[in-house]
């Protein structure tokens, strides 16, 4: 066989793009808004997710969640992550409002959100107790999709009840494009140690592509994944917030580029969300941004109480001046 054959073959396909080693981002409530995903493509991540959205929001129209859904094309490849337990909702939901947006490349289930208020009504986590429930919704999405579904979850609710191999193969019988395994438990939350071993035990047993995911804080980390499991991707999460450079070499960013780089994303959150709403949303990713950068407390505690954008820009440019 040819090389360019063999590569080929290795080549990992969604719907109808073709991946060498794909690095994504995972989604994240409250932080991989469309802003974010700009300032991640730019620096080589190669596909996004929107922030999780309720299948029902977009079921009332709901105006908080088609925010959510807002999706601007310098952001590459976007999956719409959807979460939600009625098959019918569903449906019509991907039917009526997702399949006919040119912006949204995928669907992908939430099946991993631990959080008390979404597993309460059932969903996110909470399918992982109900397997038949969780095919039957998966089902559902599958048939009435034009575009790519995949589904995310974790090892099972808790260490009693590890069922990531179960739901892997309804996701595969079901026509599933890819998996993504975040191996904690729903119990675990996001402490502990991510359990790469059992990536490694969803890919060896399913034919479709399989992503990992779970404590990937530098390139180091991503390359150690790929070999550890042969997954088919990754998809980074916390570790994107400190170095967004991890989907490119990965090289730590300098102060002056840090700067830089919190500026732009003000701009970008300002265009879509206003400044008003923009201002406090930038506080948690400049804490991210400056994390580890040395003397930056007083810095980040200023502007954790300041309101005005020219003050705060003021307030970044003194800190580069005097870290020179
Ligand atoms: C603040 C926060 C918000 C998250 N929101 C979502 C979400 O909306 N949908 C989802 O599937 N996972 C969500 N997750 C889980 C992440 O996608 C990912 O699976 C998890 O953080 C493990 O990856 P990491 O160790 O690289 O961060 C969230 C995690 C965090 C910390």
Redesign the pocket.
């Known amino acids: 066989m040819t090389e360019t054959k063999e590569r080929k073959q290795n080549m990992l396909k969604i719907g109808n793009k073709e991946f060498e080693k794909l690095v994504g981002m ?6 991989t808004d469309s802003s974010f995903r700009k300032i991640i493509k730019e620096r080589g991540c190669q596909f996004s ?1 929107t ?2 959205v309720s299948a029902k929001g977009i079921y009332y129209k709901d105006p908080k969640t088609e925010e959510l859904l807002h999706i601007d094309p310098e952001e590459g490849l976007v999956g719409a ?1 959807i979460f939600g337990r009625d098959p019918e909702i569903l449906s019509k939901v991907i039917k009526e409002n997702l399949n006919h947006r040119e912006d949204i490349f995928s669907i ?1 289930l ?1 099946m ?2 631990p959080a008390p208020k979404v597993v309460k009504n059932g969903d996110g986590s909470a399918l992982m107790k109900e397997p038949e429930t969780a095919e039957r919704i998966i089902n559902a999405m599958v048939e009435s999709s034009t575009k790519p579904v995949s589904v ?1 979850f974790r090892l099972g609710w808790d260490e009693e009840n590890i069922n990531f191999l179960e739901i892997g193969k309804i996701c595969e019988k079901a026509g599933v494009s890819f998996v993504t395994l ?1 191996p ?1 438990t729903r119990k675990a939350f ?1 402490a502990g140690k ?1 359990d790469w071993d059992s990536i490694k035990i969803l890919k060896e047993e399913l034919s479709i592509p399989v992503m990992g ?5 530098s390139k180091e980390d991503i390359e150690k994944m790929f070999r550890h499991t042969l997954c088919d991707g990754v ?5 994107a917030l400190q170095n967004p450079n991890i989907f490119g070499e990965g090289e730590s960013l300098s102060l002056q580029k840090i700067v830089e780089l919190i500026k732009k994303h003000y701009s970008l959150k300002i265009a879509q969300k206003g400044e008003r709403r923009a201002i406090p949303e930038m506080r948690k990713h400049i804490a991210w941004y400056l994390k580890g950068v040395p003397n930056s407390n007083p810095l980040k505690n200023k502007i954790n109480t300041e309101n005005n954008l020219q003050t705060i820009f003021k307030l970044l440019e003194e800190f580069e001046r005097e870290q020179e």
């Open positions: 995972a989604p994240l409530a409250g932080i997710f922030e999780m992550q992908d939430n991993g959100c995310k975040h904690r996001y991510a995911n779970g404590d990937l804080f998809f980074v999460g916390r570790g």
